[in-house]
């Protein structure tokens, strides 16, 4: 068992920048694939980033890259994402997730959630 809790959304304007922080406990942080996905109101959950194990490897949707920066800190058991260049199209809950094995896009694939964080961006 993995508990994820997610801090550092809030409110910023458009062009602006936050870091949301994903905190692990339970089991063997390293073992797990970390990922962030957001939801809008009205729209399903979609992939943001993810990044491997071993933080070797990142991933990240097309709406986002260049802009987001995903990372993980083993000794602080605590994944990040740095989110710049922030646009009104990016206000959404974002969440954390963990599973087993590789990084992945799809949300299905993952076995533990965060509550999320909100963040909003204002134009």
């Known amino acids: 068992q993995v508990q994820v809790v997610e801090s550092g959304g809030g409110l910023v304007q458009a062009g602006g920048s936050l870091r949301l922080s994903c905190a692990a406990s339970g089991r063997t942080f390293s073992g797990y694939a970390m990922g962030w996905f957001r939801q809008a109101p009205g729209k399903e959950r979609e992939f943001v980033a993810a990044?491997?194990?071993?933080?070797?490897?990142?991933y990240y949707s097309d709406s986002v890259k260049g802009r987001f920066t995903i990372s993980r800190d083993s000794a602080k058991n605590t994944v990040y994402l740095q989110m710049n260049s922030l646009n009104p199209e990016d206000t959404a809950v974002y969440y954390c997730?963990?599973?087993?094995?590789?990084?992945?896009?799809?949300?299905?694939?993952?076995?533990?959630w965060g509550q999320g964080t909100q963040v909003t961006v204002s134009s």
């Open positions: 997730a963990a599973k087993s094995g590789y990084g992945s896009r799809y949300p299905g694939e993952y076995d533990y």
């Open positions: 990044i491997s194990r071993s933080g070797g490897r990142t």
